[in-house]
């Protein structure tokens, strides 16, 4: 394990932990922008690599590494110097072989590894060029069979059960494993994907009242905006004023479907659902974290970008572990952003995960702006 203590320097111990989600071998190709055409769009928020048929493209490397929402999540956080184990399901293959050895170099427990014949291990191929912000080619295989054969209760007895993206099979076990995890006494954080929110928003909504920290980003956010309005929470909210250019979706809120929210009524409507914590991450923009008291703001801090992906994982997992050891909304976004960041300044989803003395060590050096507004009645 790298670090030597836990990242929540209040506690006596490490924080045990299990992740619960995908685990994958990702294939990252990166190109050279002058060999490949992006095409922006010029009235939405989207581009596109355009690769012409028959052609092959020179790419300058092609590498492979080891992925994965929920393994990505366990490295990061038993770098911090937490006990973590990984509940995932690998095929019968070479390639679970290797997530296999990475665990194990990371520390991180693999007793409940789940393995099957049915499907491949799963894998990615993630397309790199121009902003860095790379196109993925997924074939999620073992990823989408969990059972309930799968979930022993003893796994969920831990300080924090953190529960990644589900798809296809596996997603059918959501209430499960948020009830199991709730009844062994864990602080329940939850980071789901879009395809989750978007195919079984109902399940969803029911087993809100077991998270206590949901993390989504702006676009996963605005897709639960019309459930909300349709269980009648109000859109309207206090507008949270600010100058800053970064903080523009305190001001804007969030849309969907021909429905909006204020960011601070949508806070106030998942608090009321059940999580004690909302973080919405916002991109270059940083991210919002709401409670009952307040809804805090942190910035990001400058990088060069290498790769984006595993950014977001790198970001939810440090805010999960120091907020589940009882840190600041400002303390714990202070931290994700100096990992994510450093996340950002390598190619793959691993590689620049901090330990537990050096994010310290940058969180004191360069400290991210954060600004705080008071919920009010």
Not at 1 to 18: A, Y
Not at 146 to 169: I, K
Not at 195 to 211: C, G, K
Not at 226 to 237: E, M
């Amino acid at each position: 394990m790298s670090g030597t203590q836990p990242l929540n320097d209040n506690s006596t111990k490490p924080l045990s932990v299990l992740t619960v989600g995908g685990a994958m071998i990702d294939t990252i190709v990166q190109i050279d922008p002058a060999r490949i055409e992006q095409m922006t769009m010029t009235n939405a928020d989207a581009a596109y690599l355009l690769v012409e048929g028959g052609r092959k493209v020179e790419a300058q490397s092609i590498d492979p590494f080891i992925g994965g929402g929920a393994v990505n999540a366990a490295v990061s956080m038993a770098r911090l110097g937490n006990d973590v184990a990984t509940l995932v399901k690998l095929g019968s293959d070479l390639s679970a072989e290797k997530v296999l050895a990475r665990l194990d170099e990371e520390g991180v427990s693999a007793d409940f590894v789940a393995r099957t014949d049915e499907m491949a291990t799963g894998a990615s191929v993630l397309i790199s060029s121009h902003d860095r912000n790379a196109a993925i080619f997924t074939a999620r295989g073992a990823n989408t069979l969990l059972r309930e054969e799968d979930l022993p209760d003893a796994a969920f007895a831990r300080d924090l059960v953190y529960v990644t993206g589900l798809s296809n099979d596996s997603a059918d076990r959501f209430p499960s494993i948020l009830k199991k995890a709730r009844d062994g006494g864990a602080f329940v954080a939850c980071n789901p994907g879009i395809r989750q929110l978007s195919s079984r928003a109902q399940p969803f909504f029911e087993n809100l009242r077991n998270i206590d920290l949901l993390t989504i980003n702006r676009v996963e956010a605005a897709q639960l905006v019309p459930g909300l309005i349709g269980q009648g929470y109000a859109g309207d909210g206090p507008v949270l004023e600010t100058d800053d250019p970064a903080q523009e979706l305190a001001v804007r809120g969030l849309e969907a479907g021909g429905f909006q929210m204020s960011l601070s009524a949508f806070m106030r409507a998942l608090n009321a659902c059940g999580p004690k914590i909302v973080l919405v991450t916002d991109g270059g923009n940083g991210a919002f974290a709401g409670t009952v008291r307040d809804i805090t703001h942190c910035g990001t801090i400058p990088i060069t970008i290498a790769g984006t992906a595993g950014a977001g994982d790198a970001y939810a997992s440090t805010f999960a572990s120091m907020s589940a050891g009882g840190a600041s909304s400002g303390d714990a976004m202070r931290a994700a952003t100096h990992n994510a960041a450093s996340v950002i300044a390598q190619i793959d989803t691993q590689g620049g995960l901090l330990d537990h003395d050096m994010l310290m060590q940058r969180t004191q050096t360069v400290k991210a702006s954060i600004k705080v507004w008071p919920v009010t009645v």
